[in-house]
């Protein structure tokens, strides 16, 4: 199976800060990208779809490189309730989830 | 968002016994449905794709008769883990595509097999 790596973490960052996570997929036919959030104990969800000219959604930016297989996930002034854990998906069907990286903020 | 709901949330069951998860699409119709397992600290492992009306597709290494997957209409799949064993025991997720590749997920089961 084609893999999506991510780095796991964990990121421990004060409030406000800036966070920034990579990842790298390997199947070069992926159509669809994805960053999910999973809480612990929770199932994942939905945080944004990736698009390759990069796309936004407040203090969330994603953006998709194509040509090295890289997809970024970039959160601006981090709050508490952003800690969680990130996952990175690429595929088409059926999805490929990364391990997830962990991110906790702290006060 | 999509609401996909999940049933039971929880199940404690004895080893040996069956256990049967329910998962329903909520607002829309869905002719793929997604059966994944995490193991603590694990990443999502897909087990099978259900499909409405035919077979499921299992990942290898997945056995097809001890976890039975049913997708009888488009809005209900279910996964039958037979003759359970301890190490069954994990964080059963269901996904079902609203549309393009966009998945959603159901709150998850959590088995636990003594």
């Known amino acids: 199976r084609k893999e999506v790596e991510q780095d796991p973490g964990p990121f421990n960052v004060p409030e406000g800060a800036t966070v920034a996570f990579n990842c790298t997929y390997s199947?070069?036919?992926?159509?669809?990208f994805f960053w999910y959030r999973q809480d612990c104990r929770k199932e994942p969800k939905l945080l944004m779809s990736?698009?390759?000219s990069g796309n936004e959604d407040g203090r969330f930016t994603a953006q998709l490189n194509r040509a090295s297989q890289y997809i970024s996930l970039l959160i601006r002034d981090s709050k508490l309730s952003d800690s969680a854990t990130y996952l990175c998906?690429?595929?088409?069907?059926?999805?490929?989830f990364g391990k997830g990286t962990r991110l906790s903020v702290i006060a | 968002g999509a609401v996909v709901s999940q049933h039971p949330s929880r199940v404690i069951c004895k080893s040996g016994t069956s256990v049967k998860i329910e998962c329903r699409s909520l607002?829309?119709?869905?002719?793929?449905m997604f059966w994944y397992r995490q193991f603590p600290k694990q990443s999502l492992m897909l087990m099978a794709t259900?499909?409405?009306?035919?077979?499921?597709?299992?990942e290898q290494g997945v056995e097809k008769d001890k976890f039975l997957i049913n997708h009888a209409s488009l809005t209900l799949s279910t996964l039958t883990v037979t003759s359970a064993h301890p190490e069954d025991s994990s964080f059963y997720i269901c996904?079902?595509?609203?549309?393009?590749?966009?998945?959603?997920f159901g709150p998850g089961t959590r088995l636990t097999v003594l």
């Open positions: 990736v698009y390759s």
């Open positions: 998906v690429a595929g088409n069907t059926p999805l490929v």
């Open positions: 199947n070069s036919a992926s159509q669809s």
């Open positions: 259900s499909n409405e009306g035919s077979k499921a597709t299992y």
């Open positions: 996904s079902a595509r609203r549309n393009h590749d966009t998945q959603y």
């Open positions: 607002d829309f119709q869905a002719t793929t």
